[in-house]
T-cell receptor, first 113, second 115 residues
Framework: DQQVKQNSPSLSVQEGRISILNCDYT??????FLWYKKYPAEGPTFLIS???IKDKNEDGRFTVFLNKSAKHLSLHIVPSQPGDSAVYFC????????????WGAGTKLIIKP | ETGVTQTPRHLVMGMTNKKSLKCEQH?????MYWYKQSAKKPLELMFV???????ENNSVPSRFSPECPNSSHLFLHLHTLQPEDSALYLC??????????????FGDGTRLSIL
């Protein structure tokens, strides 16, 4: 049973618009959430994270929102750029998972020019 | 430029072969990880080493054998693999295993194909 789910395998967004990537989780004991970005033929690269004591974290064009009651987090990219085209993974961890990162299956983001 | 280097980048082997994957990190981290990534699936954690000691083995078949001679190097020895073992194998490192807020840094992976 997947504890971290990314229900959209792919997402297509016009350049300059906002990209919103979603992630749901089932384990309320997770206390840290991370987003990674992966280009083809490369390993995942850490993008942004958020602690469960916060509901928003911003870094430049990237903002992560956490809704603990809904067990939902989202990554907003604005404005979207062609270089943002990649697969985005969300991951969660906590003492309950023995600090192991539990990963979603990824969402492929395509930015159209 | 990645601080985690994996070799080889691609490997094709028969089911009876023995081969090894190598990972080296130049970040001064104390924890290292092996992951398996199959198409359209989440990353699966295989092994974790913290300060050279194996701390996690997520029910990985014995045909995969890890080795961590020091905090900078990690190997995955492969023997008698099955076709379903074909996947991307990723190595990662982090400062320490026991803190949620430490991002893992990944290598570019070894694409393994079993004939």
């Amino acid at each position: 049973d997947q504890q971290v789910k990314q229900n959209s395998p792919s997402l297509s967004v016009q350049e300059g618009r906002i990209s919103i990537l979603n992630c749901d989780y089932t384990n309320s004991m997770f206390d840290y959430f991370l987003w990674y970005k992966k280009y083809p033929a490369e390993g995942p690269t850490f993008l942004i994270s958020i602690s469960s004591i916060k509901d928003k974290n911003e870094d430049g064009r990237f903002t992560v929102f956490l809704n603990k009651s809904a067990k939902h987090l989202s990554l907003h990219i604005v404005p979207s750029q062609p270089g943002d085209s990649a697969v985005y993974f969300c991951a969660a961890s906590g003492v309950d998972s023995n600090y192991q990162l539990i990963w979603g299956a990824g969402t492929k983001l395509i930015i159209k020019p | 430029e990645t601080g985690v280097t994996q070799t080889p980048r691609h490997l094709v082997m028969g089911m009876t072969n023995k081969k090894s994957l190598k990972c080296e990190q130049h970040l001064g981290h104390n924890a290292m990880y092996w992951y398996k990534q199959s198409a359209k699936k989440p990353l699966e954690l295989m092994f974790v080493y913290n300060f050279k000691e194996q701390t996690e083995n997520n029910s990985v078949p014995s045909r995969f054998s890890p080795e961590c001679p020091n905090s900078s190097h990690l190997f995955l020895h492969l023997h008698t693999l099955q076709p379903e073992d074909s996947a991307l194998y990723l190595c990662a490192s982090s400062q320490d295993r026991d803190y949620s807020n430490q991002p893992q840094h990944f290598g570019d992976g070894t694409r393994l194909s079993i004939l």
